[in-house]
């Protein structure tokens, strides 16, 4: 299984991103995906999440700056951030998981290798 992602980068603040997850290697459909972030010297942490069914979770800090969007026919997960922060600054990461666990960064089966993003003020 691999979990591509893709789109990070430097903006500036009230700026805008899309990121992208690519997977393959597993049935992109059945599983629950989400993107989880970690700063430096931060505990790694869900910004959202969007269920095999498209449910969306989105974490509260959000507050309805980012959007979850997922792609089955192209195997790929989104999220769009807008109205960025510099506390947005960190590493983030693609989850996939098909036992209930994409809310819980210990029971998620498989990790993307992350893409960073820098927001400056």
């Known amino acids: 299984v691999q979990l591509q992602a893709s789109g990070g980068g430097l903006v500036q603040a009230g700026g805008s991103l899309r990121l992208s997850c690519a997977a393959s290697?597993?049935?992109?459909?059945?599983?629950?995906m989400g993107w989880y972030r970690q700063a430096p010297e931060k505990e790694r942490e869900l910004v959202a999440s969007?269920?095999?069914?498209?449910?969306?979770y989105y974490a509260a800090f959000l507050k309805g700056r980012f959007t979850i969007s997922r792609d089955n026919a192209k195997n790929t997960v989104y999220l769009q951030m807008n109205s960025l922060k510099p506390e947005d600054t960190a590493v983030y990461y693609c989850a996939a998981d098909n036992q209930s666990g994409i809310k819980y960064a210990s029971s998620i089966h498989y990790w993307g290798k992350g893409t960073l993003v820098t927001v400056s003020s």
């Open positions: 290697g597993l049935t992109f459909g059945s599983y629950d």
């Open positions: 969007l269920s095999s069914t498209g449910i969306p």
